[in-house]
C-alpha cells in the first residue's frame, strides 16, 4: 500500500514542477500581426523542440492559405521559457491557375475543357486530389500531376 502512494507522490511531483514553454509569434508590419492574431495559434509547449516543430508547422499551414512565400525569420530564446517567432508572411495568393495545354489527353477524357483553370488557393489541395482520384480510375494509376 506504501508503495503504491509513494509511486503516486513520484509521479504526481514530476508533473507538478514540469516546466512550460511558451511560444510569441510576431510579425514586422501591423496588418501581419492581425492575421497571425486571428489564427489562433498555441501558446504553451512541453518543451522546446515542440515549439520548433509547431511553428514549422505553422508556417504550413500559411501556405495553405495563400501566403506563400511566408517565412520563419528568427526564433529566439527571449528568457528561461519564452521563444519568440519572427515570421514574414508575404504577398497573399487567393488564386492559382493551372494551365492544361501540355496535357491533351485531360481535355480527351473530359476532365477539363479550357486551357486554364483557375482554383481557389485554399481548394488546390482539394482539387489536386480529386483530379488525381480520377486519373488513378481512368487507369492512370502512377501518373503525376
Not at 112 to 136: C, G, H, P, R, Y
Request: no cysteine; glycine share 2%.
Amino acid at each position: 500500500m506504501y508503495r503504491i502512494v509513494g509511486l503516486f507522490f513520484i509521479v504526481l511531483s514530476n508533473s507538478i514542477f514540469a516546466q512550460n514553454f511558451y511560444l510569441d509569434l510576431q510579425a514586422n508590419a501591423l496588418k501581419e500581426q492581425h492575421t497571425i492574431d486571428s489564427l489562433q495559434y498555441e501558446k504553451q509547449f512541453a518543451n522546446p523542440k515542440a515549439i520548433a516543430d509547431y511553428t514549422q508547422s505553422f508556417s504550413e499551414r500559411l501556405t495553405k492559405l495563400g501566403y506563400l512565400q511566408n517565412r520563419i525569420a528568427a526564433l529566439q530564446k527571449t528568457n528561461d521559457s519564452t521563444f519568440v517567432s519572427q515570421i514574414q508572411l508575404g504577398k497573399r495568393t487567393s488564386t492559382i491557375r493551372i494551365i492544361t495545354t501540355d496535357t491533351p489527353f485531360l481535355k480527351e477524357m473530359n476532365f477539363v475543357k479550357q486551357d486554364t483553370i483557375a482554383v481557389s488557393i485554399t481548394e488546390t489541395e482539394t482539387f489536386m486530389n480529386a483530379l488525381m482520384q480520377q486519373l488513378e480510375q481512368s487507369g492512370y494509376a502512377i501518373s503525376k500531376i
